[in-house]
């Protein structure tokens, strides 16, 4: 039996979730909407969150070591996430770093 969304989400730890700001598919109505967004994969300098809403977006949140805020961007390239993905553990050590996969993504995956 599926996990429903809210329950899964009040039980998700808030370090594993954001909320992610869009601008609306109308053109002409510049309204910005909420969506949420699980961390499905970290590595040691940046997080992969993907959005709730379909169609789903991947969101890349960059720590460089002389900035305070991370860097946010929307990945749009479908390599960048796999390589993050990667470097996060599906190929178990890379780079010398063992990166983290959530659970999250298994959630998503099951009940997407």
């Known amino acids: 039996m599926p996990l429903d969304l809210v329950t899964f989400l009040l039980h998700t730890p808030e370090a594993e979730k954001t909320t992610v700001y869009l601008h609306s598919d109308d053109e002409d109505d510049d309204t910005l909407r909420t969506c949420a967004a699980l961390l499905v994969a970290q590595?040691?300098?940046?997080?992969?969150?993907?959005?709730?809403?379909?169609?789903?977006?991947?969101?890349?949140?960059?720590?460089?070591?002389?900035?305070?805020?991370?860097?946010?961007?929307?990945?749009?390239?479908?390599?960048?996430?796999?390589?993050?993905?990667?470097?996060?553990?599906?190929?178990?050590l890379h780079d010398g770093e063992r990166g983290i996969l959530y659970h999250n993504l298994l959630y998503l995956l099951m009940n997407g």
């Open 43 to 92: 590595t040691q300098d940046q997080k992969l969150f993907i959005t709730l809403e379909t169609p789903r977006r991947y969101l890349a949140h960059t720590q460089h070591p002389d900035e305070d805020e991370p860097e946010i961007e929307f990945l749009h390239d479908y390599e960048e996430v796999e390589a993050l993905l990667e470097d996060a553990g599906l190929d178990g």
